[in-house]
């Protein structure tokens, strides 16, 4: 009980500063706008935990009418993906090996 008390406002504080952080790679976000007259608005990220768990956060705005009608976000603790070596060139053109966190990829089928 003390771990959601202590630290699930914790999560929900970082994954809501974190929403336009593309320094962990690229985000596709389609939309330029959401019809605020009936939409379901959908956030996903997940948060590096610990050596065992990521925490994936599902941050929803509901529209109706032009209104924001409620807003929530859901966690929801995974296992974490591990790490693994990967390549990459610095910003001097140089190439370099670093050991990088695995990321789950995001799939959403919209009914």
């Given at each position: 009980?003390?771990?959601y008390k202590v630290v699930v406002p914790i999560m929900a504080a970082l994954a809501l500063s974190a929403c336009s952080d593309t320094s962990t790679g690229p985000v596709q976000d389609l939309a330029q706008a959401?019809?605020?007259e009936g939409a379901v608005?959908?956030?996903?990220?997940?948060i590096h935990l610990d050596n065992a768990r990521d925490v994936m956060a599902a941050h929803y705005k509901i529209w109706a009418k032009g209104n924001l009608i409620k807003e929530f976000t859901k966690y929801d603790t995974l296992p974490r993906l591990?790490?693994?070596?990967?390549?990459?060139a610095d910003?001097?053109?140089d190439t370099k090996v670093a050991?990088?966190?695995?990321?789950?990829e995001f799939y959403v089928t919209v009914k």
């Open positions: 009980m003390k771990f959401v019809d605020k608005e959908l956030s996903l990220q997940t591990g790490k693994s070596m990967t390549e990459y910003e001097n053109g050991d990088m966190d695995l990321d789950y």
